[in-house]
C-alpha cells in the first residue's frame, strides 16, 4: 500500500478507479477519468514503466508529449491499487485479457466493478471477453465494455469523441457514462454486449482488408465497397451470435468501421497498406511495433464463421492473406470473381 499516494479530493460521490494497461488507450481513458476529477490509478506489468511515467509525468512510450493530469497516478502494487479502488477497467491485447483477469482474481473483494475497454476474441475458443470474465472472476459479479470509435490519442488530446458502454447491469453502465462525460466526450448506453464485443472485433479484420486494396492502389470505390460489405459480414455473425441489427449501424459497428478502415492512425489499416504494397506481415508489425489486433481477430472471426457455417468472403480472404500466403491481389480477385448475387444481410 505504501507506493499508492493519499486520496486527494476528487468528484464528490465517485470512488478512485483502477485502469490495468498502460498503453495508448489505457493512457487515455485514464487521463480522461483523471481529468474528470477521478483519483485514478494506472497499472502496467513493467516497474520501470510505472518509473518512467511517475518521473516524467507522461507515457512516452505510448503517447509522448501529453502530460498526466494531477489526479493520475501509475502504479506497479496491483493488490494495493485494487484495495483502493471499486471499478477496475482493463485495456490490454486480447491475447492476454484472460491472463490479466486471472491475475486480478485474488485481490478481488465484494462490491468491485470490472469493465473493459479491449477488443478482441479469444484465440482457439472464439470466446467473446465478456464470457471469459464470467468463466475466470467472481459469479454475478457487475461487468460492462466500452467500445466506439476511437484513436487514443485523439481522446488524450481532449477532441470529440463519442463511445457506448454495454452491460446487463444498467445501473453500472449509466454510471460509468457519468464518469466519463465531460464537454468533449459523449457516452451512450447500451445493454447488448455481444453486438459491441464484436464490433469492436471485426472491424479490425475488416480494416486490414481496406488498408490492402488501398495499398494495391484499388481506390475510394473498392474501399467504400468493402467497408459496406464487411458491414454486411458483422452483421450476419453478430445477429447468429445474439446481437442486435441496430447495435451494428451505431458506434461500435459502422461508426468504429469506418474509423478504422479509413484513416491511417489505424494498426490495423496500416498492416493492409503494408501488405497490398509488397511488405510481409511480420514485416509490417515490426515496423508498426505495437499489437494488431486484426492478426488474431481475422483466424478467431474466420473460425466462428466456419463454425456458423456463415458466408464471410471478406474475413476469409483477410484470414488466407494473413495465415495462409495468399498474394494481397489474389486475395481481392477472388472477392470481384464470386458469383453474383443480391445484396442483403
Known amino acids: 500500500m505504501a507506493e499508492v499516494v493519499a486520496l486527494r479530493d476528487y468528484k464528490e460521490g465517485l470512488a478512485p478507479i483502477l485502469v490495468l494497461g498502460a498503453g495508448s488507450w489505457g493512457t487515455a481513458l485514464a487521463m480522461l477519468f483523471a481529468k474528470n476529477g477521478i483519483q485514478t490509478f494506472l497499472w502496467a506489468h513493467r516497474a520501470d514503466h510505472v518509473e518512467q511515467m511517475r518521473g516524467q509525468r507522461s507515457n512516452e512510450a505510448y503517447l509522448p508529449g501529453i502530460d498526466f493530469p494531477p489526479l493520475l497516478e501509475p502504479v506497479s502494487d496491483l493488490e494495493a491499487a485494487v484495495a483502493c479502488c471499486r471499478d477496475i477497467l482493463l485495456v490490454v491485447p486480447s491475447h492476454v485479457f484472460r491472463q490479466s483477469c486471472e491475475l486480478l482474481k485474488p485481490c478481488l473483494r465484494e462490491g468491485h466493478r470490472i469493465c473493459w475497454a479491449t477488443k478482441g476474441l479469444e484465440l482457439g475458443t472464439g470466446k467473446l471477453l465478456h464470457e471469459i470474465v464470467q468463466e475466470v472472476l467472481v459469479a454475478n459479479i457487475p ?203
Not at 495468399?326 to 480477385?333: F, G, I, K, S, T
Open 143 to 345: 461487468t460492462a465494455v466500452i467500445s466506439g470509435p476511437t484513436f487514443a490519442l485523439e481522446v488524450a488530446q481532449g477532441l470529440p469523441t463519442a463511445v457506448t458502454v454495454a452491460s446487463h447491469f444498467p445501473n453500472y453502465s449509466a454510471e460509468l457514462a457519468q464518469c466519463m462525460h465531460n464537454a468533449h466526450f459523449r457516452v451512450y448506453t447500451s445493454q447488448d454486449v455481444v453486438g459491441v464485443e464484436l464490433g469492436g472485433a471485426m472491424k479490425n479484420v475488416l480494416a486490414i482488408a481496406a488498408g490492402i486494396s488501398d495499398g494495391l492502389g484499388f481506390g475510394a470505390n473498392s474501399r467504400s465497397a468493402l467497408i459496406t460489405r464487411g458491414l454486411a459480414e458483422m452483421m450476419r455473425l453478430g445477429m447468429a451470435l445474439g446481437g442486435q441489427m441496430k447495435t451494428f449501424m451505431g458506434l461500435t459497428g459502422i461508426g468504429d468501421l469506418v474509423l478504422t478502415c479509413t484513416d491511417d492512425k489505424s494498426r490495423n489499416r496500416r498492416l493492409g497498406l503494408a501488405l497490398g504494397q509488397g511488405y510481409s506481415a511480420d514485416q509490417a508489425m515490426a515496423e508498426i511495433r505495437q499489437v494488431v489486433e486484426g492478426v488474431q481477430a481475422a483466424q478467431v472471426v474466420w473460425d466462428l464463421a466456419c463454425r456458423q457455417s456463415i458466408d464471410m468472403p471478406i474475413t476469409e480472404q483477410v484470414y488466407r492473406v494473413l495465415h495462409e500466403g495468399v498474394a494481397p491481389r489474389q486475395a481481392v480477385e477472388s472477392l470481384f470473381n464470386r458469383e453474383l448475387r443480391a445484396e442483403d444481410y
